[in-house]
Protein backbone atom coordinates (compact mmCIF):
# COMPACT_ATOMS: atom_id res chain seq x y z
CA UNK A 1 0.00 0.00 0.00
CA UNK A 2 1.07 3.52 -0.64
CA UNK A 3 2.28 5.03 2.09
CA UNK A 4 3.49 2.06 4.17
CA UNK A 5 7.17 3.38 3.94
CA UNK A 6 9.31 6.13 3.18
CA UNK A 7 9.64 5.45 -0.49
CA UNK A 8 12.04 7.71 -2.02
CA UNK A 9 11.50 9.44 -5.61
CA UNK A 10 13.28 8.15 -8.16
CA UNK A 11 15.24 10.18 -10.90
CA UNK A 12 13.83 8.68 -13.55
CA UNK A 13 10.23 10.10 -14.33
CA UNK A 14 8.75 6.95 -16.17
CA UNK A 15 9.65 4.85 -13.26
CA UNK A 16 7.69 7.28 -11.18
CA UNK A 17 4.30 7.47 -13.23
CA UNK A 18 4.14 3.27 -13.07
CA UNK A 19 4.18 3.25 -9.50
CA UNK A 20 2.12 5.75 -9.07
CA UNK A 21 -0.41 3.97 -11.66
CA UNK A 22 0.30 0.35 -10.18
CA UNK A 23 -0.06 2.34 -6.22
CA UNK A 24 -3.24 4.00 -7.64
CA UNK A 25 -5.03 0.71 -9.15
CA UNK A 26 -4.86 2.68 -12.83
CA UNK A 27 -8.02 5.07 -11.43
CA UNK A 28 -9.70 7.09 -14.08
CA UNK A 29 -9.33 9.85 -12.27
CA UNK A 30 -5.82 10.09 -12.21
CA UNK A 31 -4.90 12.47 -15.19
CA UNK A 32 -0.85 11.90 -15.98
CA UNK A 33 0.23 14.89 -18.57
CA UNK A 34 3.65 13.60 -20.05
CA UNK A 35 6.04 15.77 -21.70
CA UNK A 36 8.27 14.29 -24.42
CA UNK A 37 11.98 15.67 -25.03
CA UNK A 38 12.18 16.53 -28.92
CA UNK A 39 15.79 14.70 -29.46
CA UNK A 40 15.56 12.01 -27.56
CA UNK A 41 11.61 10.89 -27.26
CA UNK A 42 12.57 10.23 -23.38
CA UNK A 43 9.98 11.71 -21.05
CA UNK A 44 11.35 15.03 -19.70
CA UNK A 45 8.52 16.02 -17.25
CA UNK A 46 5.23 15.29 -16.32
CA UNK A 47 2.08 16.59 -14.61
CA UNK A 48 -0.25 14.68 -12.38
CA UNK A 49 -3.19 15.29 -10.39
CA UNK A 50 -6.95 14.37 -9.66
CA UNK A 51 -9.19 15.10 -12.25
CA UNK A 52 -12.27 16.91 -10.11
CA UNK A 53 -9.81 17.95 -7.15
CA UNK A 54 -7.46 20.07 -8.90
CA UNK A 55 -8.26 23.72 -11.24
CA UNK A 56 -7.52 22.18 -14.48
CA UNK A 57 -7.25 25.66 -15.98
CA UNK A 58 -3.94 26.99 -13.94
CA UNK A 59 -3.07 23.42 -14.98
CA UNK A 60 -3.22 24.04 -18.32
CA UNK A 61 -2.03 27.77 -17.77
CA UNK A 62 0.48 27.77 -15.31
CA UNK A 63 2.00 24.46 -15.78
CA UNK A 64 1.46 22.37 -18.47
CA UNK A 65 2.03 25.14 -21.33
CA UNK A 66 4.59 26.38 -19.60
CA UNK A 67 6.85 23.59 -19.34
CA UNK A 68 6.10 22.56 -22.34
CA UNK A 69 7.21 25.49 -24.14
CA UNK A 70 10.50 25.51 -22.34
CA UNK A 71 11.47 22.14 -22.78
CA UNK A 72 10.46 21.68 -26.58
CA UNK A 73 10.97 24.70 -27.78
CA UNK A 74 15.15 25.45 -28.73
CA UNK A 75 15.54 28.47 -26.76
CA UNK A 76 17.40 31.10 -28.79
CA UNK A 77 20.19 31.77 -26.53
CA UNK A 78 22.98 29.27 -27.03
CA UNK A 79 24.03 28.93 -23.10
CA UNK A 80 20.92 28.17 -22.31
CA UNK A 81 20.54 24.11 -22.14
CA UNK A 82 16.94 22.90 -22.75
CA UNK A 83 17.30 20.03 -20.77
CA UNK A 84 18.58 21.47 -17.53
CA UNK A 85 15.28 20.49 -15.33
CA UNK A 86 16.70 22.14 -12.04
CA UNK A 87 16.74 25.80 -14.54
CA UNK A 88 13.30 24.54 -15.80
CA UNK A 89 11.94 24.17 -12.16
CA UNK A 90 13.47 26.99 -10.92
CA UNK A 91 11.63 29.44 -13.65
CA UNK A 92 8.15 27.62 -12.73
CA UNK A 93 8.77 28.19 -9.06
CA UNK A 94 8.74 31.53 -10.16
CA UNK A 95 5.59 31.75 -12.21
CA UNK A 96 3.46 29.90 -9.81
CA UNK A 97 5.15 31.04 -6.37
CA UNK A 98 2.76 27.89 -4.83
CA UNK A 99 4.88 24.94 -5.21
CA UNK A 100 7.20 23.36 -2.73
CA UNK A 101 9.36 20.48 -2.49
CA UNK A 102 8.14 16.70 -1.75
CA UNK A 103 10.77 13.97 -1.42
CA UNK A 104 9.28 10.40 -0.69
CA UNK A 105 6.30 8.98 -2.50
CA UNK A 106 4.08 8.87 0.78
CA UNK A 107 4.18 12.30 0.94
CA UNK A 108 3.30 12.59 -2.83
CA UNK A 109 0.78 10.37 -2.62
CA UNK A 110 -1.29 12.59 0.42
CA UNK A 111 -0.81 15.60 -1.86
CA UNK A 112 -2.13 14.60 -4.64
CA UNK A 113 -5.34 13.11 -3.41
CA UNK A 114 -5.64 16.13 -1.53
CA UNK A 115 -5.83 18.03 -4.44
CA UNK A 116 -2.50 18.85 -5.50
CA UNK A 117 -0.93 19.15 -9.02
CA UNK A 118 2.27 16.34 -8.74
CA UNK A 119 5.27 17.97 -11.32
CA UNK A 120 7.68 15.66 -11.83
CA UNK A 121 11.10 16.05 -13.88
CA UNK A 122 13.52 13.71 -14.91
CA UNK A 123 16.83 13.20 -13.66
CA UNK A 124 16.00 14.94 -10.16
CA UNK A 125 15.39 12.77 -7.20
CA UNK A 126 12.50 14.63 -5.80
CA UNK A 127 9.02 16.35 -7.07
CA UNK A 128 7.11 19.46 -6.80
CA UNK A 129 3.50 20.06 -5.89
CA UNK A 130 1.58 22.77 -6.94
CA UNK A 131 -1.32 24.04 -4.12
CA UNK A 132 -3.91 24.52 -6.90
CA UNK A 133 -7.03 22.66 -5.20
CA UNK A 134 -10.25 23.48 -6.92
CA UNK A 135 -13.59 21.41 -6.26
CA UNK A 136 -16.71 21.77 -6.04
CA UNK A 137 -18.67 22.45 -2.40
CA UNK A 138 -21.47 24.00 -1.21
CA UNK A 139 -22.02 27.99 -0.86
CA UNK A 140 -21.99 29.62 1.72
CA UNK A 141 -25.86 29.79 3.36
CA UNK A 142 -28.06 30.17 5.79
CA UNK A 143 -27.59 27.68 8.67
CA UNK A 144 -30.62 25.54 9.18
CA UNK A 145 -30.01 24.53 12.53
CA UNK A 146 -28.98 27.76 13.99
CA UNK A 147 -31.19 30.27 12.84
CA UNK A 148 -31.94 33.57 14.05
CA UNK A 149 -33.89 37.02 13.65
CA UNK A 150 -31.42 39.02 13.15
CA UNK A 151 -27.45 38.81 12.84
CA UNK A 152 -25.53 37.11 9.85
CA UNK A 153 -27.17 34.55 7.63
CA UNK A 154 -23.82 33.35 6.24
CA UNK A 155 -22.97 29.44 7.82
CA UNK A 156 -20.01 27.15 7.09
CA UNK A 157 -19.51 25.05 4.76
CA UNK A 158 -17.68 21.73 4.32
CA UNK A 159 -14.11 23.35 2.46
CA UNK A 160 -12.10 24.05 4.83
CA UNK A 161 -10.00 27.17 3.56
CA UNK A 162 -13.91 28.62 2.83
CA UNK A 163 -14.15 28.22 6.65
CA UNK A 164 -11.06 30.24 7.62
CA UNK A 165 -11.82 33.01 5.39
CA UNK A 166 -15.20 33.24 7.01
CA UNK A 167 -13.82 33.77 9.92
CA UNK A 168 -10.40 36.00 8.61
CA UNK A 169 -13.26 38.26 7.27
CA UNK A 170 -14.42 39.17 10.53
CA UNK A 171 -11.05 39.17 12.32
CA UNK A 172 -8.50 40.94 10.28
CA UNK A 173 -5.87 40.70 13.28
CA UNK A 174 -2.35 39.33 12.64
CA UNK A 175 -2.42 37.20 15.75
CA UNK A 176 -5.04 35.01 14.41
CA UNK A 177 -2.71 31.84 13.81
CA UNK A 178 -3.26 28.45 12.38
CA UNK A 179 -2.10 24.96 12.52
CA UNK A 180 -2.74 22.48 10.25
CA UNK A 181 -1.85 18.88 10.79
CA UNK A 182 -3.50 15.73 9.33
CA UNK A 183 -5.43 12.94 10.92
CA UNK A 184 -6.38 9.41 9.85
CA UNK A 185 -4.03 7.11 8.08
CA UNK A 186 -6.05 6.57 5.24
CA UNK A 187 -8.34 9.30 4.62
CA UNK A 188 -5.53 11.76 5.84
CA UNK A 189 -8.07 14.91 6.85
CA UNK A 190 -6.81 18.02 7.34
CA UNK A 191 -7.85 19.73 10.55
CA UNK A 192 -6.92 23.04 11.31
CA UNK A 193 -6.78 25.22 14.72
CA UNK A 194 -7.39 28.46 14.98
CA UNK A 195 -6.69 31.10 17.85
CA UNK A 196 -5.44 34.57 19.01
CA UNK A 197 -1.83 34.86 19.85
CA UNK A 198 -1.24 36.52 23.16
CA UNK A 199 -5.46 35.91 24.19
CA UNK A 200 -6.23 32.29 24.15
CA UNK A 201 -4.33 30.55 26.91
CA UNK A 202 -0.96 28.79 26.35
CA UNK A 203 -1.58 25.99 28.30
CA UNK A 204 -4.97 25.14 26.78
CA UNK A 205 -3.37 25.86 23.04
CA UNK A 206 -0.62 23.22 23.52
CA UNK A 207 -3.02 20.88 25.05
CA UNK A 208 -5.61 20.86 21.75
CA UNK A 209 -2.13 20.47 19.85
CA UNK A 210 -1.30 17.42 21.83
CA UNK A 211 -4.28 15.51 21.55
CA UNK A 212 -4.89 15.96 18.49
CA UNK A 213 -1.53 14.71 17.66
CA UNK A 214 -2.28 11.95 19.96
CA UNK A 215 -5.35 10.61 17.64
CA UNK A 216 -4.37 7.17 15.83
CA UNK A 217 -7.56 6.09 13.86
CA UNK A 218 -8.47 5.04 10.01
CA UNK A 219 -10.75 7.77 9.28
CA UNK A 220 -11.86 11.07 10.24
CA UNK A 221 -14.87 11.98 8.14
CA UNK A 222 -16.77 15.04 10.67
CA UNK A 223 -15.89 16.59 13.36
CA UNK A 224 -17.49 14.74 15.92
CA UNK A 225 -15.04 11.75 15.03
CA UNK A 226 -12.21 14.68 17.01
CA UNK A 227 -15.16 15.32 19.74
CA UNK A 228 -15.05 12.43 21.19
CA UNK A 229 -11.40 11.38 20.34
CA UNK A 230 -10.34 14.99 22.68
CA UNK A 231 -12.86 15.52 25.31
CA UNK A 232 -12.18 14.98 28.81
CA UNK A 233 -15.11 13.54 30.13
CA UNK A 234 -15.65 10.30 27.97
CA UNK A 235 -18.52 8.85 30.38
CA UNK A 236 -20.30 12.21 31.14
CA UNK A 237 -23.64 12.79 29.13
CA UNK A 238 -23.01 16.28 28.91
CA UNK A 239 -20.89 18.13 25.66
CA UNK A 240 -17.38 19.68 26.93
CA UNK A 241 -16.92 21.08 23.60
CA UNK A 242 -18.84 23.27 21.83
CA UNK A 243 -19.53 23.17 18.25
CA UNK A 244 -21.23 25.97 16.09
CA UNK A 245 -22.31 25.91 12.39
CA UNK A 246 -21.57 30.29 12.67
CA UNK A 247 -18.46 32.27 11.55
CA UNK A 248 -19.89 35.34 13.79
CA UNK A 249 -20.05 32.83 17.23
CA UNK A 250 -16.90 31.46 16.48
CA UNK A 251 -15.39 34.59 15.69
CA UNK A 252 -16.65 36.17 19.09
CA UNK A 253 -15.36 32.85 21.18
CA UNK A 254 -12.18 33.45 19.38
CA UNK A 255 -12.01 37.05 20.92
CA UNK A 256 -12.73 35.26 24.18
CA UNK A 257 -9.44 33.04 24.26
CA UNK A 258 -11.01 30.08 22.74
CA UNK A 259 -9.39 27.33 20.49
CA UNK A 260 -11.18 26.44 17.47
CA UNK A 261 -10.78 23.19 15.73
CA UNK A 262 -11.63 23.07 12.14
CA UNK A 263 -12.09 20.03 10.05
CA UNK A 264 -12.57 19.35 6.43
CA UNK A 265 -15.60 18.18 4.88
CA UNK A 266 -18.26 19.01 7.65
CA UNK A 267 -19.23 22.74 8.63
CA UNK A 268 -19.45 22.03 12.45
CA UNK A 269 -16.43 23.93 13.70
CA UNK A 270 -15.39 22.89 17.37
CA UNK A 271 -14.63 25.10 20.20
CA UNK A 272 -12.59 24.57 23.40
CA UNK A 273 -12.61 25.23 26.42
CA UNK A 274 -16.44 25.71 26.99
CA UNK A 275 -18.80 26.50 29.80
CA UNK A 276 -21.82 24.97 30.39
CA UNK A 277 -23.72 28.89 30.64
CA UNK A 278 -22.36 29.08 26.81
CA UNK A 279 -24.85 25.98 25.81
CA UNK A 280 -28.16 28.90 26.56
CA UNK A 281 -26.24 31.56 24.65
CA UNK A 282 -27.28 32.92 20.93
CA UNK A 283 -25.93 34.89 18.36
CA UNK A 284 -28.65 36.85 18.96
CA UNK A 285 -27.99 37.79 22.20
CA UNK A 286 -25.85 40.24 21.14
CA UNK A 287 -27.45 41.79 18.30
CA UNK A 288 -30.67 42.29 20.28
CA UNK A 289 -30.78 44.98 22.77
CA UNK A 290 -29.85 43.87 26.21
CA UNK A 291 -33.20 43.76 27.95
CA UNK A 292 -34.45 42.25 25.56
CA UNK A 293 -31.55 39.33 25.42
CA UNK A 294 -31.62 38.97 29.18
CA UNK A 295 -35.25 38.21 29.16
CA UNK A 296 -34.52 35.38 26.48
CA UNK A 297 -31.72 34.10 27.98
CA UNK A 298 -33.95 33.40 31.57
CA UNK A 299 -36.62 32.25 29.41
CA UNK A 300 -33.85 29.50 28.02
CA UNK A 301 -32.76 28.57 32.00
CA UNK A 302 -36.32 28.18 32.93
CA UNK A 303 -37.62 25.83 29.92
CA UNK A 304 -34.21 23.73 30.42
CA UNK A 305 -35.70 23.12 34.01
CA UNK A 306 -39.11 22.55 32.61
CA UNK A 307 -37.84 19.79 30.29
CA UNK A 308 -36.05 18.67 32.65
CA UNK A 309 -38.42 18.17 35.28
CA UNK A 310 -41.79 18.33 34.17
CA UNK A 311 -42.96 15.11 33.91
CA UNK A 312 -41.01 14.02 37.13
CA UNK A 313 -42.82 16.37 39.41
CA UNK A 314 -45.89 15.30 37.38
CA UNK A 315 -45.53 11.96 38.60
CA UNK A 316 -44.26 12.50 42.16
CA UNK A 317 -47.12 14.48 42.78
CA UNK A 318 -50.00 12.26 41.39
CA UNK A 319 -48.28 9.22 43.21
CA UNK A 320 -46.79 10.65 46.14
CA UNK A 321 -48.25 14.10 47.07
CA UNK A 322 -51.39 14.72 45.91
CA UNK A 323 -52.41 16.93 49.55
CA UNK A 324 -49.99 19.40 47.60
CA UNK A 325 -52.54 20.04 45.04
CA UNK A 326 -56.00 22.06 45.46
CA UNK A 327 -59.03 20.87 46.21
CA UNK A 328 -60.41 21.68 42.67
CA UNK A 329 -57.49 20.33 40.71
CA UNK A 330 -56.88 17.44 42.68
CA UNK A 331 -60.52 16.22 41.64
CA UNK A 332 -60.35 17.18 38.71
CA UNK A 333 -57.17 15.16 37.93
CA UNK A 334 -58.41 12.27 39.99
CA UNK A 335 -61.65 12.75 37.45
CA UNK A 336 -59.42 12.41 33.94
CA UNK A 337 -57.38 9.53 35.67
CA UNK A 338 -60.47 7.59 36.85
CA UNK A 339 -60.50 5.23 33.42
CA UNK A 340 -56.45 5.32 33.10
CA UNK A 341 -55.10 2.03 33.76
CA UNK A 342 -51.95 2.81 33.63
CA UNK A 343 -49.88 4.16 36.87
CA UNK A 344 -48.38 7.55 36.09
CA UNK A 345 -45.03 6.84 35.68
CA UNK A 346 -45.96 4.10 32.82
CA UNK A 347 -48.16 6.52 31.31
CA UNK A 348 -45.55 9.50 31.23
CA UNK A 349 -43.03 6.67 30.10
CA UNK A 350 -45.41 5.76 27.19
CA UNK A 351 -46.19 9.10 25.94
CA UNK A 352 -42.00 10.14 25.98
CA UNK A 353 -41.17 7.27 24.09
CA UNK A 354 -43.85 7.43 21.40
CA UNK A 355 -42.91 11.48 20.82
CA UNK A 356 -39.52 10.48 20.79
CA UNK A 357 -40.55 8.24 18.08
CA UNK A 358 -42.25 11.00 16.30
CA UNK A 359 -39.44 13.33 16.42
CA UNK A 360 -37.02 11.09 14.77
CA UNK A 361 -39.16 9.70 12.33
CA UNK A 362 -40.10 13.56 11.44
CA UNK A 363 -36.36 13.90 11.31
CA UNK A 364 -36.03 11.10 9.03
CA UNK A 365 -38.11 11.43 6.47
CA UNK A 366 -38.11 13.94 3.57
CA UNK A 367 -38.53 17.68 4.33
CA UNK A 368 -41.17 18.24 2.07
CA UNK A 369 -43.99 15.75 4.75
CA UNK A 370 -41.07 15.54 7.47
CA UNK A 371 -42.75 17.90 9.31
CA UNK A 372 -46.36 17.35 8.47
CA UNK A 373 -46.31 13.72 9.41
CA UNK A 374 -44.70 14.72 12.82
CA UNK A 375 -47.41 17.65 13.91
CA UNK A 376 -50.56 15.03 12.81
CA UNK A 377 -49.05 12.45 14.46
CA UNK A 378 -48.94 14.10 17.31
CA UNK A 379 -52.69 15.16 17.61
CA UNK A 380 -54.18 12.14 16.03
CA UNK A 381 -52.10 9.85 18.23
CA UNK A 382 -52.30 12.17 20.89
CA UNK A 383 -56.64 12.54 20.73
CA UNK A 384 -57.02 9.27 19.93
CA UNK A 385 -54.86 8.15 23.26
CA UNK A 386 -57.01 10.25 25.37
CA UNK A 387 -60.56 9.57 24.17
CA UNK A 388 -59.22 5.76 24.31
CA UNK A 389 -58.56 5.87 28.11
CA UNK A 390 -54.60 4.88 27.59
CA UNK A 391 -53.41 8.46 28.84
CA UNK A 392 -55.06 10.95 30.61
CA UNK A 393 -55.37 14.68 29.16
CA UNK A 394 -52.94 16.26 31.65
CA UNK A 395 -50.45 14.07 30.76
CA UNK A 396 -50.86 15.36 26.83
CA UNK A 397 -50.36 18.87 28.17
CA UNK A 398 -47.42 17.81 30.47
CA UNK A 399 -45.66 15.75 27.74
CA UNK A 400 -46.41 18.64 25.21
CA UNK A 401 -45.00 21.25 26.61
CA UNK A 402 -41.95 19.67 28.04
CA UNK A 403 -41.31 18.63 24.35
CA UNK A 404 -41.79 21.87 23.39
CA UNK A 405 -39.75 23.67 25.99
CA UNK A 406 -36.57 21.52 25.00
CA UNK A 407 -36.71 23.11 21.21
CA UNK A 408 -35.80 26.74 22.72
CA UNK A 409 -32.30 25.55 23.81
CA UNK A 410 -29.62 27.23 21.17
CA UNK A 411 -27.23 24.27 20.94
CA UNK A 412 -29.16 20.56 19.94
CA UNK A 413 -26.21 19.15 21.68
CA UNK A 414 -27.26 20.09 25.13
CA UNK A 415 -31.12 18.69 24.48
CA UNK A 416 -29.90 15.55 24.10
CA UNK A 417 -28.72 14.88 27.60
CA UNK A 418 -31.61 16.87 28.77
CA UNK A 419 -34.23 14.66 27.19
CA UNK A 420 -32.04 11.40 28.67
CA UNK A 421 -31.88 12.62 31.89
CA UNK A 422 -35.59 12.85 31.78
CA UNK A 423 -36.02 9.46 31.99
CA UNK A 424 -33.87 9.44 35.02
CA UNK A 425 -35.82 11.80 36.68
CA UNK A 426 -39.30 10.26 35.59
CA UNK A 427 -37.61 6.49 37.53
CA UNK A 428 -36.31 8.67 40.83
CA UNK A 429 -40.13 10.10 40.98
CA UNK A 430 -41.60 7.29 40.43
CA UNK A 431 -39.67 5.56 43.29
CA UNK A 432 -38.98 8.43 45.91
CA UNK A 433 -41.75 11.10 45.13
CA UNK A 434 -40.06 14.94 45.54
CA UNK A 435 -37.14 13.65 47.53
CA UNK A 436 -35.85 11.35 44.71
CA UNK A 437 -36.03 14.52 42.27
CA UNK A 438 -34.21 16.36 45.09
CA UNK A 439 -31.25 13.87 45.09
CA UNK A 440 -31.31 13.54 41.67
CA UNK A 441 -30.62 17.27 41.17
CA UNK A 442 -28.07 17.30 44.06
CA UNK A 443 -26.08 14.34 42.26
CA UNK A 444 -26.66 16.28 39.16
CA UNK A 445 -25.11 19.34 40.30
CA UNK A 446 -21.94 17.42 41.88
CA UNK A 447 -21.64 16.03 38.50
CA UNK A 448 -21.50 19.40 36.11
CA UNK A 449 -19.25 20.78 38.99
CA UNK A 450 -17.14 18.47 38.14
CA UNK A 451 -16.28 18.20 34.92
CA UNK A 452 -13.41 19.99 33.25
CA UNK A 453 -13.13 21.09 29.32
CA UNK A 454 -9.36 20.95 28.66
CA UNK A 455 -8.55 21.49 32.15
CA UNK A 456 -10.98 24.77 32.52
CA UNK A 457 -14.17 24.00 34.79
CA UNK A 458 -16.88 23.31 32.98
CA UNK A 459 -19.76 25.33 35.51
CA UNK A 460 -17.34 28.39 35.26
CA UNK A 461 -18.19 31.32 36.67
CA UNK A 462 -20.64 30.24 38.73
CA UNK A 463 -18.71 27.53 40.42
CA UNK A 464 -15.65 28.12 40.47
CA UNK A 465 -17.36 32.23 41.36
CA UNK A 466 -15.92 34.65 39.16
CA UNK A 467 -17.74 38.00 39.46
CA UNK A 468 -15.87 39.45 36.26
CA UNK A 469 -17.40 37.31 34.20
CA UNK A 470 -21.06 37.33 35.46
CA UNK A 471 -21.66 40.81 33.22
CA UNK A 472 -22.91 37.96 30.37
CA UNK A 473 -23.90 34.93 32.16
CA UNK A 474 -27.29 34.27 33.26
CA UNK A 475 -27.55 38.29 32.24
CA UNK A 476 -26.44 39.93 29.62
CA UNK A 477 -25.37 43.31 30.75
CA UNK A 478 -25.32 46.35 28.04
CA UNK A 479 -22.29 47.14 26.57
CA UNK A 480 -21.56 49.94 28.05
CA UNK A 481 -21.88 48.44 31.58
CA UNK A 482 -19.31 45.71 29.95
CA UNK A 483 -15.82 46.09 30.57
CA UNK A 484 -14.16 42.80 30.40
CA UNK A 485 -13.32 39.94 28.58
CA UNK A 486 -14.13 37.00 30.86
CA UNK A 487 -11.40 35.35 32.81
CA UNK A 488 -11.96 31.84 31.97
CA UNK A 489 -10.25 31.09 29.14
CA UNK A 490 -8.36 34.34 28.62
CA UNK A 491 -4.50 34.42 28.60
CA UNK A 492 -3.31 36.24 32.05
CA UNK A 493 -0.94 38.01 30.08
CA UNK A 494 -2.75 39.64 27.74
CA UNK A 495 -4.71 42.58 27.69
CA UNK A 496 -7.73 42.57 29.30
CA UNK A 497 -9.79 45.20 26.86
CA UNK A 498 -13.29 46.40 26.64
CA UNK A 499 -15.37 43.99 24.87
CA UNK A 500 -16.66 45.53 21.16
Known sequence: MPGDALIPIDPSVELNLERIIMDLGGSDDVVIREIQDDGTLIIAAAVVYIDGLSDTVAINTYIFDVLNMMIRDVPNEPHRDKRDTETLAKELLTGLGCIQTVADMPTLY??????????????????????????????????????????????????????????????????????????????????????????AKPSVIDLVRSKLRAIDIDSILDSGYIEELIEDNKFSLFPT?????????????????????????????????????????????????????????????????????????????????????????????????????????????????????????????PRAIGQAVSVVGTLVIGQAAVEAGIVSAAMVIVVSVTAISTFTLPAYSMSIPVRLLRFVFMGAAASFGLFGIAMGMFVLLLHLCALRSFGEPFMSPLSPYRKADLEDTLLRLPRWLTFKHPETSLNEGSDRIRKP
Not at 245 to 269: C, H, R, S
Open 110 to 199: ENLLSGEAIILFNGQNHAYRADIRQWKGRDVTESTNQTSVRGPRESFTETLRTNTALIRRKIKDPRLWLETISIGRITKTDVTIMYLNGI
Open 241 to 365: IYNSELPDTTAAQLLEGKVAILVDGTPNILLVPTQLVTFFQSAEDYYQRAYYASLLRLLRFSTVFISLLLPSIYIAITTFHRDMLPASLLIGLAAQREGVPLPAFVEALVMEVTFEILREAGLRM
